[in-house]
């Protein structure tokens, strides 16, 4: 209990100070420690997703959180001081007492902010002998390691608990005061009503404190507990049937065996096994309650060392807005597809999903194209229940959309699929269907092969992405380029240029080998008419193919976030990777949108000798902040023949595009 003492004397010795400085001091610091609070809490993920998760993944969001208080803090105190010089006098009680209790309030809030802060470090799920959660027993009696265990035991003391006899009691830092839970209740009503913004603390953290336990509930040190933000996806989500034996949730009972018939049929000591057992929607869930399955992949960024991928119930969260009100609640694992379910290997006659217990940790083997997963979820039975997104580990949020909703229809989705048969020696391998085309070009049976696709231009009035589409991750408005619109191998411009501008102009047989290129376009977004000669295609060298990524421009909504989008935009620090981890930096970039009042065409192309190592230079007559409503964003790479795309690095959440199966040709 340190931690709890260390924050009582910190509080008592703060409190102390602020009666000594008078009532009117007192109170000014009580209001500043409010609105630094209110600003550390609604900014630090914005400035770890921004700026530290590349470099502190683990330590990020505390010192995020606590240096935006400090900082915040001081500097306004330093503005009010040299604003007001002057002071109020109250009688020596009144001055004495009520600066105490102001005080006290600005105690509580300081030393709350700093113990959540101390909290987000990985220190584990306890620290200085204070932890959220304590595991107790039937009687109510503390779980705990023997007193005369060695590290390796205390280490794996957790993993080897018998979660279905164990409780989680909630404690409370320093007893009474409880200042971290008095700092974040402060801040998370202040984010829903006067100092609303465009999210709510609550609507990601309905409560913080026990999320900030949760990540830490790994049970062995080797295992991460922060992952890339973009190493989760959903697949599809669904309510469970429970129809039939196959398609419902299982418990493990507990069956001992006789002396001497151990586990496998060896002879030794009594032993226990478990068998499965359906468990009933109504009885398993509890009162009005069902199930909810989410199926997703974690990607090989996500795993530990030693390719595995290790979690507990508590690293996994559903986050939901349920009944009309909108009150939004988290929910945690209660469940996993069978062993046998997995996308290496399926049973039709296993029980598809078994439960889970709070605490339990799960451990599955990465495979080739990530780990697939069925999460299983307790939820209300309720009409006004709607998913929002899930977490894993923190970092990785994927959202749940109506169309991945697959409750109705005839038939839910079958267990895991196994991956593609590999071919045996001397055998030809198997064929695969053909990946999905952006475009329809099918020619017909006489005619000549078609001409290469055009990528797609804006049109006047036509309604663009806003909301997150089917598979599209969730993107923070940041990371300065954000979900895929579409995506195609082709040399070609979305129009033949023949009136334009351009400065380094390297231009041959309407091959644009590099340069700065712009136009205007008329009032129908078509290109003008002149007698410049014409750019056609961009260059693309002999065995390579040109990739022309459409993506949107995020555009940030916070004052904070317009300063770090402003950044991420002036470094461009974007480039593809593909499913070899290799990275390609882009050879150009094109916008069409309005700018100055017309619609506008601006093209950036390297030339030979620049590409792989100068960065993309900005454009210089689209603005950013003309990329909204009716635009075009493309980005370009060369790609050698057979690479596949995964994703854009943007320096926060990746851009992702593994739904489009993007293949170069040969």
Known sequence: MWFSLFAIVLILAMTFFQGLQGLFSALITCILTVLAAALAFGLYEDLYFGQLIRFQPDHGRSIALVGIFIIGLLVLRGLFDAIIKGNMHFPLYVDRIGGGVVGFVSALITVGVLAVGVQMLPFGTSFLGFSRYELVDEQERAVAPPEDADQEAIRTFRSRIDYRTVKHRRRSLAGFFNPDGFAAGIASHLSANALQGRNQLSAVYPDLLGSIYNAQSAHFNASRIAVP???????????????????????????????????????????????LERIKTEAGAGPEQRYIVVRVNLNSEARDEDNHHRFTTEQVRLVARVG?????????????????????????????????????????????????????????????????????????????????????EPQVPTPLKPPARKAKPGEEPPQEPAPPQPFDNKPSADASPSPQPQPSTPRPGSPQPSTPRPGDRMQDRVSGIGPTREGIFSTRLPFTLTDYGASSLELGGGVLRGGHVWANLDDNWKPLSGSRGPIETFEEPPGIKLLQISVEKLQPASWIGGILGTAIDNIQDFYLVDEGGKKFMPVGMYAVAMAGGRPTIEIRFLDDIARGMARLPKFERIRPRDLQGDYALFFLFHLPPGTRPVHIHTGRTNVDLRDFNLVAPN
């Open 324 to 408: 009309k009100p909108g009150e939004v609640r988290e929910f945690f694992l209660a469940g996993i597809n069978h062993a046998f379910q997995t996308a290496n290997s399926h049973d039709q006659a296993q029980p598809r999903w078994v439960k889970l217990y709070r605490g339990e940790s799960i451990a599955r083997q990465n495979e080739s194209g990530g780990l697939n997963l069925d999460w299983v979820f307790a939820v209300p039975q309720t009409p006004d229940f709607t998913p929002l997104f899930v977490e894993y580990k923190q970092n990785a949020r994927a959202a749940l959309s109506p169309a991945q909703d697959k409750s109705n």
């Open 229 to 275: 933000s973009d190493s989760l996806r959903v697949e599809a989500w669904w309510f469970m049937p429970n129809k039939s034996p196959i398609d419902s949730l299982h418990d493990r009972v507990p069956v001992e065996t006789p002396e001497g018939q151990g586990k496998s049929g060896q002879r030794g000591p009594g032993s226990t096994l478990v068998r």
